[in-house]
């Protein structure tokens, strides 16, 4: 048999209609070129702002060291396939994994996992529901609440219950400095810091831009760490991994512009902390239900509270500079080891999924 007919089609879908677009295309850039060309027939799906579908040729995906800024006029993609079609045109020869790099609403939220479910292809990550609670931080926070993982305090409201009674209830429960954010979305695409009731209520009305449901979270005196999780029944964690950031926090420009944060991996830790913290990981992790990957977020406060949860990522960055990656490569597994990896659950988990279902 011919070697190519034997490779696995990789279907890398990216892009999308979030404010998380531009980070979605340079994640997906470096996982398409990262792919062995033995092993995978790579074939990149772009999803424009429109929410059209496309099949880009490889020389217009944006390569390492560009501004997302500069990418909207290099891939503002236009063109007429439907998303089972895009996915039909993989079944030519071997076996179709998809992975799905669509960052936010629209692609993390369980709503691209649902259109894969119901196409009936292996895709790498979370299932609907897992992807879904994720994704809202506000659902995220009352479950992890309900299991008893610790974080630190936060009020959710919809957009329609601001009012002036409201924000002053958050500021007198949460106390000033404040955080507050979309519940629905990522990359700290509108998160903003509030010191004042005034700087509240334009944080409030600014988050409310990107997500009807608002989170407002207590400012954490701590320091900022990360693990990164693969796996389905057995899933394991990686080394931990801590930011320190350029910036007041870290925001969008931080992340994916200035490169101005300072990552430590492994965290300056004591072993013993160090696998409380991994334990916990895997604890949220599990919790949510998720499977194939995700990066939890944790606030440490040493002389207070301890560990704090602060947020579960399904899909994580996997720009060069993202953690996700960099943890996974301090433990041992590097980018093009950890795709087959992520390629390899996906398929156990269609396989025993198509198990408990009828088709």
Same mark, same amino acid.
């Given at each position: 048999?011919?070697?190519?007919?034997?490779?696995?089609?990789? /279907?890398?879908?990216?892009?999308?209609?979030?404010?998380?677009?531009? /980070?979605?295309?340079?994640?997906?850039?470096? $996982?398409?070129?990262?792919?062995? =060309?033995?092993?995978?027939?790579?074939?990149?799906? @772009?999803?424009?702002?429109?929410?059209?579908?496309?099949?880009?040729?490889? @020389?217009?995906?944006?390569?390492?060291?560009?501004?997302?800024?500069?990418?909207?006029?290099?891939?503002?993609?236009?063109?007429?396939?439907?998303?089972?079609? !895009? /996915?039909?045109?993989?079944?030519?020869?071997?076996?179709?994994?998809?992975?799905?790099? $669509?960052?936010?609403?629209?692609?993390?939220?369980?709503?691209?996992?649902?259109?894969?479910?119901?196409? +009936? /292809? %292996? *895709? !790498? +990550?979370?299932?609907?529901?897992?992807?879904?609670?994720?994704?809202?931080?506000?659902?995220?926070?009352? !479950?992890?609440?309900?299991?008893?993982?610790?974080?630190?305090?936060?009020?959710?409201?919809?957009?329609?219950?601001?009012?002036?009674?409201?924000?002053?209830?958050?500021?007198?429960?949460?106390?000033?400095?404040?955080?507050?954010?979309?519940?629905?979305?990522?990359?700290?695409?509108?998160?903003?810091?509030?010191?004042?009731?005034?700087?509240?209520?334009?944080?409030?009305?600014?988050? %409310?831009?990107?997500?009807?449901?608002? !989170?407002?979270?207590?400012? $954490?005196?701590?320091?900022?760490?990360?693990?990164?999780?693969?796996?389905?029944?057995? =899933?394991?964690?990686?080394?931990? +991994?801590?930011?320190?950031?350029?910036?007041?926090?870290?925001?969008? #420009?931080?992340? *994916?512009?200035?490169?101005?944060?300072?990552?430590?991996?492994? @965290?300056?830790?004591?072993?013993?902390?160090?696998?409380?913290?991994?334990?916990?990981?895997?604890?949220?992790?599990?919790?949510?239900?998720?499977?194939?990957?995700?990066?939890?977020?944790? &606030?440490?406060? #040493?002389?207070?509270?301890?560990?704090?949860?602060? #947020?579960?990522?399904?899909? =994580?960055? &996997?720009?060069?500079?993202?953690?996700?990656?960099?943890?996974? #490569? @301090?433990? +041992?597994?590097? *980018?093009?080891?950890?795709?087959?990896?992520?390629?390899?659950?996906?398929?156990?988990?269609?396989?025993?999924?198509?198990?408990?279902?009828?088709?």
């Amino acid at each position: 048999m011919d070697t190519a007919d034997s490779r696995i089609n990789l /279907v890398v879908i990216f892009g999308g209609q979030s404010a998380e677009h531009d /980070v979605s295309c340079v994640t997906a850039s470096h $996982v398409l070129r990262a792919a062995d =060309p033995q092993k995978y027939r790579t074939i990149p799906v @772009a999803i424009s702002r429109q929410g059209e579908w496309s099949l880009p040729s490889f @020389a217009e995906l944006p390569t390492g060291g560009v501004d997302p800024k500069e990418l909207p006029s290099r891939l503002e993609v236009t063109g007429t396939p439907t998303s089972q079609a !895009v /996915v039909a045109s993989t079944s030519n020869s071997g076996p179709t994994v998809v992975m799905p790099l $669509v960052h936010g609403p629209l692609g993390e939220d369980g709503t691209l996992q649902g259109l894969l479910e119901m196409t +009936g /292809v %292996a *895709y !790498v +990550g979370s299932g609907v529901m897992a992807s879904a609670i994720a994704m809202d931080k506000a659902m995220a926070k009352t !479950v992890f609440a309900e299991a008893g993982i610790p974080q630190c305090k936060f009020v959710s409201l919809r957009d329609d219950s601001v009012t002036p009674a409201a924000l002053s209830s958050i500021a007198n429960t949460l106390g000033f400095p404040i955080f507050v954010k979309p519940a629905n979305m990522g990359s700290s695409v509108g998160v903003s810091k509030a010191t004042t009731m005034s700087e509240l209520n334009t944080a409030v009305q600014h988050a %409310a831009e990107y997500d009807e449901w608002i !989170v407002c979270e207590e400012a $954490v005196n701590g320091r900022e760490l990360e693990v990164a999780v693969i796996g389905n029944r057995s =899933p394991r964690a990686s080394v931990v +991994g801590e930011i320190t950031p350029g910036n007041d926090f870290y925001d969008y #420009e931080d992340k *994916y512009v200035t490169d101005s944060a300072t990552l430590m991996i492994p @965290a300056p830790l004591t072993p013993e902390q160090s696998e409380e913290l991994r334990q916990l990981a895997l604890r949220a992790y599990e919790t949510l239900r998720c499977e194939g990957m995700a990066r939890v977020d944790f &606030f440490f406060e #040493e002389n207070g509270r301890g560990f704090l949860c602060n #947020e579960i990522n399904t899909i =994580p960055g &996997f720009t060069p500079i993202s953690m996700y990656p960099k943890m996974w #490569e @301090a433990s +041992g597994l590097g *980018y093009s080891d950890l795709i087959d990896e992520l390629v390899k659950h996906a398929l156990e988990r269609h396989s025993r999924r198509k198990r408990n279902t009828s088709r």
